[in-house]
Each structure stands twice: as C-alpha cells, then as structure tokens.
C-alpha cells in the first residue's frame, strides 16, 4: 500500500466505497467506474473493489477490461456469494464480448455452486439465449 492509501482513514474509504455504490444503484456508470477504480489502485488487494469495478466495467460496455476485474475477484472468492456473483459477472462479460458458449458454461459453474443443474438438464436455454449480440 503506498502512502496515499495508508493516510486514508477508514471512514474515507467507505465514503467512496458508498459515493461508488450510489452511483451503481442511480446508473451513474461512468462516475461509478473512476471511482472504483481510484479505490482499486490505492487498494489492489481488495477483492471487493475489482468486483464493483468490473461491474461499473459491464455497465459501461467495456467487456474486457471487465473480464479482467471479474477474474481477479474470482481468484480471491470463496464464500458461496462472491462466487454466484463472480460467475454470473463473468457471464455478462463474455456475453457482452460475444461468446455464448464460454457465457453458459459460467452460468452451469453458477448453478453447480447453487446446487442446481447444467443449463441443459432442465431442457430449457439460459435467459437471455440466443445469439450474443455482434461485436462493434
């Protein structure tokens, strides 16, 4: 952690981790997004910083630069949550980049840790199937 991090206080870091949280929840994705992605550099190893800032990625139509965020909270994740969370953030993202295929298979891992079946045992497609939407 380098200087500028370690003289925040912690209830500046959670002032911006909410002023970042509010701009999700009003679809304010741009502010959203620099802010998160102050806290990420202050904060590299908060595993809770790369998933808003994956998703404020998302909302803000960078696919890839949100598969990065996503993978890096996913390799940090262990709670039941984090990782529903991180597979179906994964999923929109490789959907966004426009491969299905890769897309379903987060969505079965979510399923696997909800305990439920593949896509495909329940005879029916994932919301949202069909063709991903064509690369610009």
């Known amino acids: 952690m380098d200087g500028k991090a370690s003289s925040m206080s912690e209830e500046e870091r959670e002032f911006l981790w909410l002023l970042g949280f509010l701009h999700l929840r009003y679809g304010r ?3 959203a997004r ?12 908060e595993p809770a910083f790369a998933k808003a800032l994956g998703f404020a990625l998302l ?10 965020e996503i993978d ?5 994740a262990s709670e039941k949550e984090d990782l529903e969370a991180g597979y179906w953030l994964k999923s929109k ?6 491969h299905g ?23 029916m497609a994932p919301p949202d199937a069909g063709n991903p939407p064509k690369k610009a």
Request: net charge positive; proline share 2%.
């Open 29 to 31: 994705w741009e502010d």
């Open 72 to 76: 890096r909270f996913l390799e940090k």
């Open 59 to 68: 909302k803000t139509g960078e696919y890839r630069a949100a598969l990065r």
């Open 101 to 123: 295929k890769k897309a379903r298979d987060q969505l079965d891992r979510l399923l696997a840790v909800k305990g439920g079946e593949r896509w495909g045992g329940f005879g």
């Open 34 to 45: 620099v802010i998160f992605r102050g806290l990420k550099a202050l904060f590299p190893g």
């Open 93 to 98: 993202a490789l959907w966004g980049l426009g």
